[in-house]
């Protein structure tokens, strides 16, 4: 069967959100990636996906409802997380021109172009304080503008089966026409919350960075849920270097995992000195599998390019959990303005 509701998606990334869009039952007609080795990730695994590879700007100028094949309005929903730099202000309020330049343009053109019934916006929770705050009163003005009512809310991706500590603030818009007929509700947490050791089990073999011999021998002496101020200090000054005296609890620092916890963030880089996530077990970074296993990607999604391309992709991609949940409330939310509710 068809998936009825159709999407677009921008800054598709390596598919974490497509996937959760997918499961959700979205048709997707378009996913529009720069990175070239994301784009061979998802034509990869999904062949009958439309993936675009090119600049969003070479498209967003373009008459997207003949490069669509679509009428204004008729789309169901419009997805992505633009990367949002600070925009210029100058006292100016001038909408969307405040924008000009930066990523998150295309995605607001996309929006005035083709008018959705509804938009998914993911992004980072410090969105919310960027620049004073300022980021993203201009993200909702150009919005609202666009003739759309906004909900906002950060999700944590632990609540939501995913076994890792992920807070993502997530916006969605109805259509000011729509507002009457489609109501949406962000998902609510599950039960269980899950835990390194329910995924941490049978993990396919994957490329993974290695830390030093010294870093090695430093962390053996870390213990599982550790990190720097759990071995003799002598040793933890001399790895700390200048690091021993920043201020704060810099409990990044040589930190190693438990399985009777989620994983920290995903990142893109696998071993940062401020920011370490070890191996619960063995005193190494997580593999691109295991990573991938915490944004919930299936063992089967074949990411493409070397080594630190595939950190990249998995640390910057939607967890598919999370994704899952937030388009199921969108897909019931549509529902409900077919039955006319």
């Given at each position: 069967m068809t998936n009825k509701f159709r999407a677009i998606e921008l800054f598709a990334g390596a598919g974490g959100l497509a996937l959760g869009l997918e499961?959700?039952?979205?048709?997707?007609?378009?996913?529009?990636?720069?990175?070239k080795n994301a784009t061979d990730t998802l034509k990869r695994n999904r062949p009958g996906w439309n993936v675009i590879h090119e600049d969003i700007a070479k498209i967003s100028c373009l008459d997207l409802e003949k490069f669509f094949a679509l009428s204004k309005g008729d789309l169901d929903l419009?997805?992505?997380?633009?990367?949002?730099?600070?925009?210029?202000?100058?006292?100016?309020?001038?909408?969307?021109?405040?924008?000009?330049?930066?990523?998150?343009?295309?995605y607001a053109v996309f929006l005035e172009k083709l008018q959705p019934k509804m938009f998914l916006f993911e992004n980072v929770r410090g969105l919310l304080s960027h620049d004073k705050g300022r980021t993203y009163s201009t993200i909702y003005e150009i919005f609202t503008d666009a003739g759309y009512t906004i909900q906002k809310e950060v999700l944590n991706a632990w609540d939501y089966g995913v076994p890792q500590k992920r807070e993502r603030l997530i916006t969605v818009g109805i259509r000011n026409d729509l507002i009457d007929k489609i109501h949406y509700n962000f998902p609510k947490p599950h039960k269980y919350k899950p835990l390194l050791k329910d995924i941490l089990y049978n993990v396919p073999e994957s490329p993974g960075a290695m830390y030093s011999d010294y870093k090695k021998q430093i962390f053996e002496l870390v213990p599982p849920g550790g990190y720097w101020r759990d071995i003799p200090e002598n040793i933890a000054r001399e790895y700390m270097k200048s690091c021993w005296n920043m201020g704060g609890g810099r409990t990044g620092i040589l930190r190693r995992l438990s399985m009777e916890e989620p994983c920290l963030t995903v990142l893109t880089s696998p071993s940062q000195k401020q920011t370490d996530r070890c191996h619960p077990i063995e005193p190494r970074p997580f593999t691109v599998r295991e990573n991938a296993r915490c944004q919930g990607f299936p063992d089967d999604w074949f990411f493409c390019g070397s080594v630190g391309q595939q950190y990249k992709q998995v640390g910057n991609a939607v967890p598919v959990s999370l994704a899952y949940d937030i388009a199921l409330?969108?897909?019931?939310a549509l529902e409900g303005l077919e039955c006319g509710n």
């Open positions: 499961k959700a039952e979205f048709s997707s007609i378009g996913l529009i990636e720069f990175d419009l997805s992505g997380g633009a990367p949002c730099q600070a925009f210029s202000y100058a006292g100016k309020r001038l909408g969307l021109d405040d924008a000009r330049g930066t990523l998150f343009y295309h409330e969108i897909k019931n």
